[in-house]
């Protein structure tokens, strides 16, 4: 230990010199700490400010890069960087680099002054008078922020508020001064608590193992030991270290504080209420807020909001009015959320974090424009603000714009690690763009610090279940709700779960009981509704499916246009709006409603998918097509005529025109390919061998939509590919070249691969309307071949979606095809060797509208 203390010493004698302006012995001391250690950050920074404060902007920068790339979450470094780069000039880097200081400290007074002086510089002085105001919000004192303040306001034209500011400068200097000639030298546990509040962990680390072990009961140095477990996410440590500090201070209320933080972090709100309590009884002010969202937290919300509404009767605080509007929003009073808002705003109209509470106020209001236009507002003026990241990133979710709501809710963590709602939000944005093991890897993280979370564990599960653990998931929900028998979305997502593995009657029990739970679950009744689908309960499973329009991620989809929404009644002479929704084989399957439709409206106004507007142009005559991307902005809806005097979702088309098996039709067809174009790819197939020409779709989905269950490998179709006489054409999306490269290579079969027929959907409209059959797993090439009339065999897992049904060997959707189900689980052997009797059985051959 002996010398640790020497390099200690040595440290803190190199920032005393510092610190007194003697730059020389400053790099002294700090090029010999780097001599003995080069991986340590501190002696980096006392080099980095020492250049910086020498005019040497290049060196200092260079030390400083290196400083943050040893310790990245150290605020300090990052602050003295933008200091730097503001020195040099280079205002939008310096910005950014008070941005990153302040996420990792938002309290940080010294941050938020420099953050000021560089909007100042760029010609922001209201943004830098609210800059200041932050300062001086969490140092009441900070000379260097009033005198800025000042000068800040004078340059507004705020007289008044300038002299005012200045008054309060010159006080706090004469207060400084006389403080400064009574202050004695700090004591090892005193400094490591300034390094840790610098996010110097490791320095921190080092001086508190230094005091204890001069005195291994050194409550300050305990609560430093804490702090540092706590920010790594080590909680239990945390807690430890906080116990042993209470035995030797069992009346320091700021030990209580921080013991209750620690428990919210662990998810035991109730134990940090009664630290809180204790907290408050020993004297510590300014806790009643956090009182009031532990207690909520612990579900006695009645009581949070009695002591919140007597907090904002005895003082006007801009954040304890925020504190009771989070509150009325998650009671769902909305009116009287927007009136403490008002309260808040009209005391601090820069408050960032009731600027986000009233973006989720517009965003349950659905106007998610609003929404990110106030969070937006609200990062300008607190880039730190973690609850304005996270709303902004609910808002994206809202929108469908899930990349844009993965970055917020990760800046959101960042700010508030304690946060399980960002890890939660943070992983299902993850999951729906893909990023399965990303998603799980957040939701552990987070589990390790609130591993009492059943959200969080039931969010995991979700994951691990789409990517294709489905027994795994299974055993983990039966864990769950063996603790948690009435978690609404643990039971919902087990309904979700069985349905795949095909136990429909259980699957249909679960959701049933998720809704005895929550009646207005939508995830429960969207389960419920797809499960009844699959066993043709049309009539109950449409009314339960017309709720996935309530589920959060899901929203965005059915909130774009300002008309009524069509309830199924009477449009004689009326214009009606049918909207695109989910992917594309969705749109072609319910499209087949739109010629019902068409029978009863005067006007119809058909969205799609872009690769669908000449297809179903051609199919529809008489309907005003729209093929259009989905975007945010429908003004394009505007120059309609007739406008529409309703709106319907095509999927909530069958609600109304298929609620019995009877009101299927029996067609051959309702879609129409370009004949000439069908004409020109029968004249291409011709150069094939004599015998049937087969599409060929063998993957189909995403990660999250069970691609794992529902796909093949091209080895295990070589029996069906080696049929005599047949030849094959891929219908397979995406880049598949070098896959059948090497499958020709390697079995000296050919599948013929036309790129130009797969990116263009008309084309493949075409090519599937030239063929004499198609063979395809799940995938939206059975429903374009189903809508076409045309013969598709569908080879299907043993539990497919919905729209493939259960049981039977046919589809009401489509007459022409064909299911081959799977007996079992991952059992494909019985579903090849039937496509392949059928094929010796001549199928597709024996098709009236064969080529041949």
Same mark, same amino acid.
């Given at each position: ?72 979450? =150290? ?10 780069? #503001? ?38 002085? *209201? ?46 200097? $004469? ?62 440590? /945390? ?65 949070? &909001?009695?002591? &919140? ?26 009116? =009287? ?8 705003? %009209? ?9 986000? *509470? ?51 809710? #990760? ?28 998603? #799980? ?13 059943? !959200? $969080? ?51 249909? /029990?679960?959701?049933?009981?998720? &809704? ?39 929203? %965005? ?51 799609? !998918? ?6 179903? %142009? ?68 011709? +150069? ?8 060929? %779709? ?20 070589? /029996? ?6 047949? +030849?094959?054409?891929?219908? #397979? ?42 063979? +395809? ?76």
């Amino acid at each position: 230990m002996s010398d640790k203390r020497a390099v200690l010493s040595l440290f803190l004698e190199a920032a005393q010199s510092l610190a007194d302006d003697d730059l020389a012995e400053a790099e002294r001391g700090a090029r010999e700490l780097l001599h003995r250690d080069k991986s340590w950050a501190e002696p980096h920074h006392l080099l980095g400010e020492a250049a910086r404060r020498r005019g040497a902007h290049a060196e200092a920068e260079r030390h400083l890069r290196r400083a943050i790339e040893l310790e990245p979450r =150290a605020h300090h470094l990052h602050h003295a960087l933008a200091n730097v780069l #503001q020195d040099s000039g280079r205002l939008r880097e310096a910005l950014e680099g008070y941005r990153r200081a302040l996420r990792l400290a938002p309290h940080a007074a010294d941050v938020w002054n420099d953050f000021g002086t560089a909007y100042f510089a760029s010609g922001k002085p *209201q943004l830098a008078v609210e800059c200041y105001r932050k300062a001086l919000q969490h140092g009441r004192q900070h000379v260097v922020a009033l005198g800025n303040l000042g000068a800040s306001l004078r340059a507004l034209g705020d007289v008044r508020g300038a002299l005012n500011a200045y008054r309060r400068e010159l006080w706090a200097r $004469l207060k400084a001064a006389l403080q400064k000639r009574t202050r004695t030298a700090g004591s090892v546990a005193e400094q490591a608590e300034l390094w840790l509040a610098r996010g110097s962990t490791r320095t921190a680390a080092m001086l508190a193992d230094w005091a204890l072990a001069d005195d291994g009961g050194d409550s300050r140095a305990l609560a430093v030991k804490a702090g540092i477990a706590l920010r790594s996410g080590d909680a239990e440590a /945390a807690l430890g270290f906080l116990e042993r500090a209470l035995q030797a201070a069992p009346e320091d209320g700021a030990l209580w504080l921080q013991m209750a933080r620690v428990r919210r972090a662990m998810g035991d709100e109730k134990q940090a209420v009664d630290a809180l309590r204790k907290c408050m009884s020993l004297g510590e002010r300014g806790v009643g807020r956090e009182l009031a969202q532990a207690l909520a937290a612990a579900g006695e919300a009645a009581e949070a &909001l009695t002591l &919140l509404r007597a907090l904002v009767r005895e003082r006007a605080d801009a954040d304890l009015w925020t504190a009771l509007a989070r509150l009325l929003l998650d009671g769902k009073d909305r009116v =009287a959320a927007a009136e403490a808002l008002d309260h808040a705003l %009209s005391l601090d109209p820069a408050a960032a974090p009731a600027l986000a *509470q009233l973006a989720r106020l517009q965003l349950a209001q659905q106007q998610s424009a609003e929404a990110l236009s106030l969070t937006e507002r609200a990062l300008e003026l607190d880039p730190a603000c973690a609850d304005a990241h996270y709303w902004r990133g609910r808002a994206f979710v809202f929108l469908g714009r899930w990349s844009d709501a993965v970055e917020c809710f #990760q800046e959101a963590r960042m700010l508030d690690a304690a946060n399980p709602a960002a890890a939660l939000w943070h992983a299902r944005s993850l999951r729906w763009t893909g990023k399965v093991p990303e998603a #799980q890897s957040v939701l552990r993280e987070a589990l390790g610090r609130s591993p009492g979370s059943f !959200d $969080l564990r039931s969010e995991l599960i979700v994951s691990i279940f789409e990517g294709g653990e489905v027994a795994r998931a299974r055993e983990m929900l039966e864990h769950l709700l063996a603790e948690n028998a009435t978690h609404v979305g643990a039971v919902a997502a087990m309904a979700g779960l069985l349905n795949v593995e095909g136990r429909l009657e259980e699957a249909e /029990a679960y959701a049933g009981r998720a &809704l005895a739970i929550d009646p207005n679950d939508a995830v429960a009744h969207q389960n419920l509704g797809v499960t009844l689908l699959k066993r043709s309960s049309f009539a109950n499973g449409w009314d339960h499916y017309e709720w996935r329009a309530k589920v959060d991620e899901l929203a %965005s989809v059915y909130s774009r246009f300002p008309y009524p929404a069509w309830d199924g009644g009477s449009v004689a002479g009326k214009s009606v709006l049918v909207y695109a929704e989910q992917g594309l084989g969705d749109e072609i399957m319910f499209a087949s409603c739109i010629p019902d439709l068409m029978r009863q409206a005067r006007h119809v106004v058909l969205e799609c !998918d872009p690769r669908l507007g000449p297809l179903f %142009s051609r199919s529809f005559p008489g309907c005003a097509v729209f093929a259009r991307e989905r975007t945010e902005t429908n003004a394009w809806t505007r120059s309609l005529e007739p406008q529409p005097d309703f709106q319907v979702p095509v999927g909530s088309l069958p609600r109304h025109f298929r609620r019995r098996p009877e009101d299927f039709p029996a067609h051959a067809g309702y879609l129409r390919a370009d004949p000439a174009n069908v004409e020109r790819w029968r004249t291409r197939l011709q +150069s094939m061998a004599g015998g049937p020409k087969l599409g060929l %779709s063998w993957r189909g989905g995403l990660v999250k939509t069970g691609r794992v269950r529902r796909s093949l490998d091209l080895a295990q179709l070589l /029996a069906i590919l080696s049929t005599a006489g047949a +030849s094959f054409v891929s219908l #397979q999306y995406g880049d598949v070249r070098d896959e059948l490269a090497s499958f020709e290579r390697r079995h000296g079969i050919r599948i013929l691969h036309e790129p130009q027929a797969i990116d263009d959907y008309d084309e493949t409209a075409a090519l599937v309307g030239a063929l004499d059959g198609v063979i +395809s797993v799940c995938t939206s090439i059975v429903h374009l071949t189903g809508a076409l009339g045309h013969p598709v065999l569908v080879m299907a897992p043993y539990s497919p979606e919905w729209r493939y049904g259960m049981s039977s060997e046919t589809m009401p959707w489509y007459p022409s095809a064909r299911i081959l189900r799977q007996p079992g689980r991952d059992e494909w052997g019985p579903v090849l060797r039937q496509v392949q009797e059928a094929l010796n059985a001549g199928w597709g051959s024996a098709w009236p509208g064969a080529s041949r």
